[in-house]
């Protein structure tokens, strides 16, 4: 009975959403991805034609859809959508994102974009983002959604390492840059001469650049803070709406300008103010709907930055001081993580790895042994040589320490890493007796760093390997321990 409640309750919150694809593989990644998460219900289409037909029986909250496809093309479906259904979002998937295709997209009114080769975390998120967005956006108080959804939003984020911003593919962590982009994609997206980003500071009622952007020429040549346009932001401010202002009455603003609030939660984190080029044309309405629809979006993703960098610095903060705890009884591990750290992200990068991968190898490194905080030190400070059980006991750590971290669902990719450090290439590592590639890679280059380290330092039971003795080792196991590939790229830059 229970049961059957709680399945009609999820019958009942189940987002409906569309994939068209003609090519099938990509198709069903997307539609596996989404349905094994449990939260929609996926239908498909393998055209623009197809997806119309599917319209014509069902609604659906929001559309994926590849942009190259024979027959109807997917912009041509994009189109189709916005007249015939406007409270679809609709998600294309590009393999050549360029600044063009993404303005034209967004100005027919796509909310964002997938390049290929995509990944599943980048997928779940931004369906997500933007099916919470459409709610936001739909619902009468804004204010009420946000507070019901206040805890839920706080565990979404949680599980969620990546943000993406609207054309902003791999977005830096600086605040800064997001900024300028923002600023950037708003010149192109209206055709206009100046914009800037000025974030309002409550208490002095002041306003402050944070980012400007000029279409051409220098952006020293223009203020954006006059005495003009502080009256029109300061209107903004106050009415938390977004304006456009189409007059010849002021050199400042004239001939038109829109300027629009950028909210984080629900307060006025400041306002992105846009200008049109001198004795042109003036702004349209439809200029200020893409502002608009920009500033939201915009709003909505650096409110997930900024909540998911305050949830990642406290979670960081109590980690390590985990791993303190450790170093008060052994300062090896802490010494030898610090060490095994910096040397895996140097291999990484010297591997090319992006940078992504080496901010996790940063995390995994100094979290790799954190499982020896369950080994008894009668056992972790042995001097002499372990017997069978003890080593058995040392063999826990990388599953104990994938347990201590489990609870912080946003160290996914880190857990593994963690999990697979002493699994061996030949597959006699533990604890899963792993094998080759099937051994996540950065765990390969985890290992490597780990027994390089592990093999120049004292330890308790024997003395320090030459370098050159050490590297005679990791040939000679690779293949039985280590990947060919790391081993290769480490010694290259040993
Ligand atoms: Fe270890």
């Not at 800037?196 to 009622?205: G, K, T, V």
């Not at 109590?318 to 140097?346: F, G, K, N, P, W």
Request: proline share 4%.
């Amino acid at each position: 009975m229970i049961r059957k409640a709680h399945a009609e309750q999820n019958q009942k919150i189940q987002k409906k959403i569309l994939v068209v694809d003609d090519y099938l593989p990509t198709r069903k990644l997307i539609i596996d991805t989404l349905t094994t998460s449990g939260n929609y219900r996926v239908d498909e289409a393998e055209n623009g034609q197809q997806a119309v037909h599917r319209f014509d029986e069902s609604d659906y909250d929001l559309v994926i859809s590849d942009i190259m496809m024979p027959g109807m093309s997917g912009m041509d479906l994009l189109h189709w959508i916005r007249e015939k259904n406007p409270g679809a979002a609709v998600i294309m998937i590009t393999g050549n994102p360029t600044t063009d295709l993404t303005v034209s997209a967004i100005k027919k009114g796509a909310v964002d974009f997938l390049t290929k080769p995509f990944d599943i975390d980048e997928l779940l998120y931004k369906v997500d983002i933007h099916l919470r967005q459409k709610e936001m956006l739909s619902a009468q108080s804004m204010r009420d959604i946000l507070e019901q959804n206040r805890i839920k939003d706080t565990t979404v984020e949680l599980s969620k390492r990546s943000y993406i911003y609207d054309a902003i593919e791999d977005a830096p962590m600086d605040n800064d840059v997001i900024f300028e982009k923002i600023a950037e994609l708003s010149l192109q997206l209206v055709d206009g001469e100046i914009c800037a980003i000025l974030l309002y500071d409550d208490a002095s009622r002041e306003f402050h650049v944070k980012a400007i952007r000029a279409s051409k020429g220098d952006v020293r040549d223009h203020s954006m803070q006059s005495a003009a346009l502080k009256m029109v932001y300061n209107e903004v401010i106050e009415r938390r709406e977004a304006v456009l202002v189409n007059s010849n009455d002021h050199p400042d603003v004239s001939p038109s300008l829109i300027c629009a609030p950028l909210m984080i939660r629900n307060a006025i984190l400041g306002i992105l103010s846009i200008r049109k080029k001198k004795n042109r044309e003036v702004f349209s309405k439809r200029d200020l709907h893409h502002i608009l629809s920009l500033t939201k979006r915009a709003s909505l993703n650096l409110e997930n930055k900024i909540l998911y960098e305050s949830i990642y610095s406290s979670v960081m903060d109590t980690l390590s001081s985990l791993i303190s705890s450790i170093q008060a009884r052994d300062c090896y591990t802490e010494e030898h993580s610090m060490r095994v750290t910096r040397e895996a992200m140097r291999l990484a990068r010297s591997m090319k790895f992006p940078e992504k991968d080496i901010e996790s190898l940063r995390i995994a490194g100094m979290l790799h042994d954190i499982g020896k905080i369950a080994v008894p030190d009668s056992i972790l400070l042995k001097p002499g040589k372990l017997s069978e059980e003890e080593y058995l006991i040392i063999k826990n750590h990388p599953t104990i320490g994938e347990n201590i971290v489990k609870p912080i669902i946003l160290l996914e990719k880190e857990r593994r890493i963690i999990q697979c450090h002493h699994e061996r290439w030949d597959g006699s590592g533990y604890p899963h007796g792993l094998k080759g590639p099937d051994i996540p890679v950065l765990a390969r280059i985890l290992a490597v760093a780990d027994a390089y380290d592990a093999m120049t330092n004292n330890r308790p039971y024997r003395p320090a390997m030459s370098r050159e003795r050490a590297i005679e080792e990791l040939i000679q196991n690779v293949n039985v321990q280590f990947d060919p590939d790391v081993v290769n790229a480490y010694i290259k830059i040993l």
